[in-house]
């Protein structure tokens, strides 16, 4: 007869099973005023966040090409000189 060696199952749960995980009126208020407070004070530096995000999917998508174009702009730039 075989025996067959199998790996101890690990159930794994995510999920809070207590009252614990509820937020309270009080988090809630305090998060409400950090979201509308924090876009304002920070509204630059958002803005460079999403022009880099724009230009990493740019960059990431043609990544060759990219490195193709900067490789023949060094070399014009040292042939130049």
Same mark, same amino acid.
């Given at each position: 007869m075989h025996k067959s060696t199998s790996t101890?199952?690990?159930?794994?749960? !995510? =999920?809070s099973r207590s009252d614990a995980s509820k937020s309270s009126g009080t988090d *809630?208020? %305090?998060?409400?005023?950090?979201?509308?407070a924090c876009p304002q004070v920070h509204r630059h530096v958002m803005a460079l966040?999403?022009?880099? !995000? =724009?230009?990493?999917?740019?960059?990431?998508t043609r990544f060759?090409?990219? *490195?193709? %174009?900067?490789?023949?702009l060094f070399g014009f730039g040292y042939w130049a000189l």
């Open positions: 101890p199952r690990q159930d794994w749960c !995510t =999920a *809630l208020l %305090v998060l409400g005023e950090h979201l509308s966040h999403g022009v880099a !995000t =724009a230009i990493d999917g740019f960059v990431a060759v090409t990219t *490195l193709v %174009v900067v490789a023949l």
